[in-house]
């Protein structure tokens, strides 16, 4: 069994393996041209030639959580070793696990501290197969050069049928007739109760889900505006308006789609409710500090908002039980009284086809660095992708040296590769860390070795792999 140091070669292998290698890889190889989604980031490239130092089943994954199937089979694909647990690990099992593993690949649940990666000795990615990284040390990660990926817009349409679903349920009073019905009463009423054509939607935040809420809902008959910091297209006849009053003045159903940032938080409070249409709809499925809940149950009591749906809450429980009182957010008691209101458990994206889409998408950006060494889509190291090399090319390598953004650095590189014919390189940094990438040609397995080895003894270095 080849020891992790195959990814950052040891020097003394690397003769062997460049003869043995060089014909070891069995998986496809994806452009990382492109930044997008999953699918314009994977078109392949024709005569691509297998970037790969290593035999691929010498790579360990541990997965955890029960990432999705479709993540699980792309690495296989790879041929890598992949571990697979349902569940999360105690801190003592997985700093165990940990040590051994060059791929990682979590959801929510699992906290990867400083203390348990600095075990991770052979660890060179992260994958949280979820939209948030706060379970990781990001800072720490990047300053080991360990580049961590996420899925940020795979449910985005998940989003946005639900907010789809949400507004007709609110024009209808759904939730409260079947809420009777579930009680046993008969309520057959037509008063304030809409269709949903001819009707004003106000999108605030016309980012991945403001804008696929936009095309749904023009198919539904809905007229669109929306409101955003920037200027952007308006898809089909949706119309942009210059401010969050204007909206606020013409929708009859409000809906929420900003990020969580200083300026977002409480931006519908008690002004804005104000500035609503009298008997129209609060939508949030962003994040809970955007809305003022005290203020939406004084605008719902006084009638001025006809009904509401909340799929987040500035306090969320961690799992899943009779969480949701009043120790949680001091208002559960007054909200969960209210009529015409749909609260959901921040559910917006939790659907089937989103967690597979998420699965698709990190694997593909963990084979893409693990492979290629594109960051393209990392949320702790500057983005930094060359194109694929090819078949016409077969005595290059690639360089990847992470390393403390510091001055001088570059001329010390450049000393050591700079006698090679480089035929591209790009270089970035995000905060303290910097990210190389050189494709050289005409080399051989005692250059490669050399390259390693003097990059290696730089101060600034961080972590030096070399992909042929
Ligand atoms: N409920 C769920 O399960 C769920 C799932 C996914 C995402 N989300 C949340 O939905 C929100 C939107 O996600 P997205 O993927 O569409 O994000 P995005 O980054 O694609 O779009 C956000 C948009 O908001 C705009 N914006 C930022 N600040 C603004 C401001 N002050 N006023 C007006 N517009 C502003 C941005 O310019 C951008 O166009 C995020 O808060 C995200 O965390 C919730």
């Avoid at 993540?71 to 296989?76: A, H, K, P, V, W």
């Avoid at 429980?317 to 909200?335: I, K, M, V």
Wanted: glycine share 8%; charged share 20%; hydrophobic share 40%.
């Amino acid at each position: 069994m080849t020891s992790a140091k195959d990814i950052r070669p040891r020097t003394d292998d690397l003769a062997a393996q460049a003869q043995y290698l060089s014909t070891s890889p069995s998986a496809s190889f994806h452009s990382p041209s492109s930044h997008g989604s999953a699918l314009t980031r994977t078109i392949p490239v024709a005569n691509a030639k297998h970037l790969k130092p290593f035999a691929t089943q010498d790579i360990k994954v541990l997965l955890l959580e029960n990432v999705n199937q479709t993540g699980r089979e792309i690495l296989q694909q790879q041929g890598y070793q992949v571990e697979f647990l349902k569940s999360s690990l105690p801190e003592d099992e997985l700093i165990e696990k940990i040590r051994d593993v060059h791929v990682i690949g979590i959801r929510s649940k699992t906290k990867l501290t400083a203390r348990i990666l600095k075990e991770a000795k052979n660890l060179i990615v992260i994958g949280c197969f979820c939209i948030g990284t706060n379970q990781v040390d990001l800072q720490y990660a990047a300053d080991q050069g360990i580049a961590v990926f996420n899925s940020p817009f795979s449910n985005s349409r998940s989003v946005a049928e639900l907010v789809i679903g949400e507004i007709i349920v609110l024009a209808r009073q759904l939730g409260d007739r079947s809420n009777e019905m579930h009680n046993g009463t008969w309520n057959k009423v037509s008063n304030k109760c809409w269709e949903i054509r001819g009707k004003t939607l106000g999108i605030i935040g016309y980012g991945h889900i403001g804008a696929q809420l936009s095309v749904l809902a023009e198919a539904m008959g809905l007229s669109v505006i929306f409101y955003d910091v920037i200027n952007l297209m308006a898809l089909g006849t949706a119309r942009q308006v210059d401010t969050l009053e204007a909206l606020l003045a013409e929708a009859d159903f409000v809906t929420c789609h900003v990020p969580e940032l200083a300026e977002t938080k409480g931006m519908i409070g008690p002004k804005q409710f104000e500035q609503m249409k009298n008997g129209s709809y609060l939508i949030n499925a962003s994040r809970g500090t955007v809305v003022d809940i005290p203020a939406l149950i004084h605008a719902m009591r006084s009638g001025k908002v006809a009904g509401a749906a909340l799929d987040v809450y500035p306090n969320e429980p961690a799992g899943n039980g009779d969480y949701f009182n009043n120790e949680l957010n001091e208002w559960g008691t007054d909200l969960r009284s209210l009529k015409n209101l749909i609260l959901t458990p921040h559910i917006g994206g939790s659907t089937e086809e989103a967690q597979r889409a998420i699965g698709v998408e990190v694997a593909q950006a963990l084979t893409r660095y693990v492979n290629e060494g594109s960051t393209l889509g990392a949320v702790n190291l500057p983005e930094v992708a060359l194109r694929s090399l090819t078949m016409d090319e077969p005595n290059h390598a690639r360089v990847i040296y992470i390393h403390k953004n510091i001055p001088g650095v570059l001329r010390k590189v450049n000393e050591i590769i700079g006698d090679h014919n480089v035929d591209k390189q790009m270089t970035d940094s995000r905060g303290d860390v910097a990210y190389l990438m050189a494709d050289i040609s005409n080399v051989n397995a005692a250059v490669i070795k050399d390259l390693y080895e003097r990059l290696e003894s730089l101060n600034s270095r961080i972590m030096t792999r070399i992909l042929y």
